[in-house]
Structure formats: structure tokens, C-alpha cells
């Protein structure tokens, strides 16, 4: 059966929505740089208690831990891609940190130039 593709994004995007959250720390994107975590905190409490909310130096990201996977839930649902402080911002579930060894960083080590 072919369908339009209009109705593809339509099931993809109910398919998405019916996923469950796994975490409910999440990754807001694309922020101004006078934004908060203070502004943060106020923003997303309209969906349920914030445990936590940074903002990450002067890069536009930040993270917001709700307290329920539901709450996350719907924060993304209502805020991603929505207009905030004049900028089109990104919300999401954050992935998990993964741990970087020093042979990542790549350049220098502490005694000079890395050794190949």
C-alpha cells in the first residue's frame, strides 16, 4: 500500500510519541546566551517539579532533570521546537554521558606532545 507522504510522517510521529521516556533528564538546545538555569527551572516547571537545571557556560545547552519520566515527557511534547528568549529551541531526552580516555583528547599530554 502506498501512502501519502504526509501520512508517513503522521505514523512516524505517533510512533515517537508513544515511546516511552527512558531518563528524565533532558537536553535543551539552541538557547540564548542570557538564558539561565533559573530561567530554565521557571520555564519547565509548568510540567512538573525540576529537580535540576544548568546551563552549560556560554555554549547555548543546557539540562533539565524532572522529577517523573511523565513530566519529561510531556515538557518535550510542549516545548521542543517552540520559539524561547527569541530562538527556536531544541528539547529532547539527553543521552548518557559517555566516558572519554585521554587518548580521545587527542593534541597534548601533560609531559608535552602525545607520542605515536
Same mark, same amino acid.
Given at each position: 500500500?502506498?501512502?501519502?507522504?504526509?501520512?508517513?510522517?503522521?505514523?512516524?510521529?505517533?510512533?515517537? #510519541?508513544?515511546?516511552?521516556?527512558q531518563s528524565s533528564n533532558l537536553y535543551v !538546545?539552541?538557547?540564548?546566551?542570557?538564558?539561565?538555569?533559573?530561567?530554565?527551572?521557571?520555564?519547565?516547571?509548568?510540567?512538573?517539579?525540576?529537580?535540576?537545571?544548568?546551563?552549560?557556560?556560554?555554549? !547555548?545547552?543546557?539540562?533539565?532533570?524532572?522529577?517523573?519520566?511523565? =513530566? =519529561? =515527557?510531556k515538557a518535550v511534547e510542549e516545548l521542543n521546537?517552540?520559539?524561547?528568549? !527569541?530562538?527556536?529551541? #531544541?528539547?529532547?531526552?539527553?543521552?548518557?554521558?559517555?566516558?572519554?580516555?585521554?587518548?580521545?583528547?587527542?593534541?597534548?599530554? #601533560?609531559?608535552?606532545?602525545? #607520542?605515536?
Amino acid at each position: 500500500m502506498h501512502l501519502p507522504q504526509n501520512m508517513k510522517m503522521f505514523f512516524k510521529d505517533e510512533k515517537l #510519541k508513544r515511546q516511552e521516556m527512558q531518563s528524565s533528564n533532558l537536553y535543551v !538546545g539552541n538557547l540564548s546566551y542570557s538564558v539561565t538555569g533559573e530561567d530554565l527551572r521557571e520555564l519547565f516547571s509548568q510540567f512538573g517539579e525540576v529537580k535540576e537545571a544548568k546551563v552549560i557556560g556560554d555554549r !547555548g545547552f543546557g539540562f533539565v532533570e524532572m522529577n517523573t519520566t511523565e =513530566a =519529561a =515527557a510531556k515538557a518535550v511534547e510542549e516545548l521542543n521546537e517552540t520559539e524561547y528568549e !527569541g530562538r527556536t529551541i #531544541k528539547v529532547n531526552e539527553a543521552r548518557p554521558r559517555q566516558e572519554r580516555s585521554n587518548r580521545d583528547r587527542g593534541g597534548y599530554q #601533560k609531559s608535552g606532545y602525545k #607520542k605515536y
